[in-house]
């Protein structure tokens, strides 16, 4: 069953020469209990994807439809899980966790009762009354994703949320992530630029091509369920990885070239906060021509 | 020493009352010597003496508790009106195009200019100086509070709408909590701006005040008077100074845990 519909989405941003064309009109369907990870090198548009989706942002043409209703802005059915450390400062975690909840006028205790349930899904117990800035990345992390869960989103979406981290706490938070969706099977959408986390956490790889951004590639991923972190070194998930990163890595030279001949990106207005394009140490080195 | 470097809280205690110690044996050796006359400058003892009298004999508590109604009735009307109006122009863009030119614009104007209109339009009573610390202070209040909340981390915008709150919730859920420490902040240095303005008020056409005093003691050239005013000013900006950073530690402990 479809819950999510992409339209021939396309994104412009006004530019001093006119405009870019940020994302190219795009097609995408995501079934219900769907987890996709969107690939792509940076620049490429797939964040400013997902904030279409998550209504943040709006398409230059198009549409996106949510059980078949239009999207026109941002709502609790689409939870969000930002690269950068979104938790409120002035709230505790507790707090920051029941946020959402409030919102919906859900009695105190209740509130609690729900929050709690989701700080120990993210082995967060024993820190409900501490402050986002006394709390490690991976925590916040951790935190932000359970103040997402809790509001019992129809769709959670996720842009980059582990590339702040160090690859240690990101492989723990992959296992905690895939351990959570396994247990609930919510729909995710999660973009990414680590080959490794894509196929590791996918049901589906959608690898998006070099700016301005299209799906070049949209890839089931058959490995079984559930899924241990040893699984990243079976043959399957192996060769799987080989396709893509020859399927991401002609992009990025794309990306380059493209770059050089204009003598420097105008800007990437979409990825403010991504780093570039890297595989994550885990992944054999690549050869540079 | 390092640049940047911390210091030991005990040395920093030390040092800073290390100059204070210094300013005083400066000022006596340059009184005490007869360096400077008397007429000028008078020394510590004799303006502590002058102090005593001027507070057990000439009801100085009076004025002092005057011009600290004053200072504060004055600027607490001028927050109670800066909140709701900075609050707004940060969060409504609109709103902010349409008053913040003009805003810039009076921010500029000397409230002390004001007062011979002020007296003009309120006469000489109380109305006239706490409308002189409102017009210092308001401006600059409404200002720096719209930039504060206009400040918010988008980001944590963002966050909020995608956990389903509304515009109005926003406002107050996010962009008020989130600004509220730089708000404290900005009213703790916009008081200490009204202290200035005050006694400016009370040069002219008081009855009433540490301003009030000094102006008499002017008269009769009584510069221990002046410098005991002077100081009790510093010393009650200090204190109040002091109760402002406490209780922005106290409300605010998530803001200090980075610092």
């Known amino acids: ?289 | 020493m390092k640049p940047l470097k911390a210091v030991e809280p005990w040395l920093r205690v030390c040092l800073g009352v290390a100059f204070f110690v210094l300013f005083v044996a400066v000022w006596s050796a340059v009184t005490f010597s007869g360096w400077v006359p008397k007429i000028f400058l008078a020394d510590p003892l004799q303006m502590l003496r002058s102090g005593w009298v001027l507070l057990t004999e000439m009801d100085f508590g009076h004025d002092i508790a005057m011009t600290l109604w004053r200072v504060v009735g004055g600027f607490l009307l001028a927050t109670l009106l800066a909140l709701p109006l900075g609050v707004l122009m940060g969060a409504y863009k609109p709103v902010e195009a349409f008053f913040e030119p003009f805003v810039s614009f009076a921010r500029y104007l000397p409230a002390s200019a004001f007062i011979p209109l002020l007296i003009l339009w309120v006469g000489i009573g109380e109305a006239q100086k706490l409308a002189v610390i409102f017009i210092g202070s308001f401006f600059q209040l409404v200002l720096m509070i719209a930039v504060a909340v206009g400040n918010t981390r988008r980001d944590l915008v963002e966050a909020a709408y995608t956990l389903g709150v509304s515009d109005t919730n926003l406002i107050r859920r996010v962009l008020i909590p989130g600004s509220a420490p730089e708000i404290a902040e900005i009213l703790r240095m916009v008081l200490g701006w009204a202290w200035t303005y005050v006694i400016v008020a009370e040069l002219i056409g008081a009855s009433s005040g540490i301003g009030h005093m000094i102006t008499d003691s002017q008269a009769l050239l009584a510069t221990d008077q002046i410098i005991f005013g002077i100081i009790v000013i510093g010393l009650i900006g200090l204190v109040s100074d002091l109760l402002f950073k406490w209780a922005n530690r106290r409300c605010f402990p998530w803001a200090q845990l980075s610092r």
Not at chain 1, 223 to 247: D, N, V
Not at chain 1, 263 to 283: I, Q
């Open chain 1, 1 to 289: 069953m479809k819950i999510l519909q992409l339209r021939r989405v396309e994104r412009r941003f006004a530019s001093a020469s006119g405009s870019t064309l940020a994302l190219r009109a795009t097609n995408l369907d995501v079934a219900e209990n769907d987890f996709i990870t969107i690939l792509g090198p940076s620049g490429c548009g797939k964040s400013t994807l997902l904030r279409i989706v998550a209504g943040l942002d709006s398409p230059s043409a198009g549409e996106v439809l949510l059980d078949n209703q239009r999207i026109n802005g941002p709502g609790a059915d689409r939870g969000m899980v930002f690269q950068s450390y979104t938790l409120f400062p002035w709230l505790n975690v507790l707090d920051n966790v029941c946020f959402g909840l409030r919102e919906r006028g859900m009695a105190l205790a209740e509130q609690h009762e729900t929050a709690r349930g989701f700080i120990r899904k993210v082995g967060l117990r024993g820190f409900e009354k501490h402050y986002p800035k006394q709390l490690s990345g991976g925590m916040q992390q951790r935190t932000a994703l359970a103040r997402a869960l809790a509001n019992e989103p129809r769709m959670l979406l996720m842009d980059e949320p582990f590339g702040a981290l160090d690859h240690q706490t990101r492989e723990l938070m992959q296992e905690l992530l895939l351990g959570i969706w396994e247990a609930e099977r919510k729909t995710v959408l999660f973009v990414t630029h680590d080959i490794d986390e894509a196929v590791f956490m996918g049901s589906r790889v959608v690898v998006m091509s070099a700016r301005p951004g299209r799906i070049l590639l949209d890839r089931k991923v058959d490995l079984p369920h559930p899924r241990h972190y040893a699984i990243k070194t079976s043959p399957a998930f192996i060769a799987l990885k080989a396709e893509l990163t020859e399927a991401v890595r002609g992009e990025v030279l794309a990306a380059q070239r493209a770059s050089e001949g204009l003598g420097g990106p105008e800007s990437s207005t979409d990825e403010v906060n991504s780093s570039s394009f890297d595989e994550g140490p885990a992944t054999e080195p690549q050869q540079r021509r």
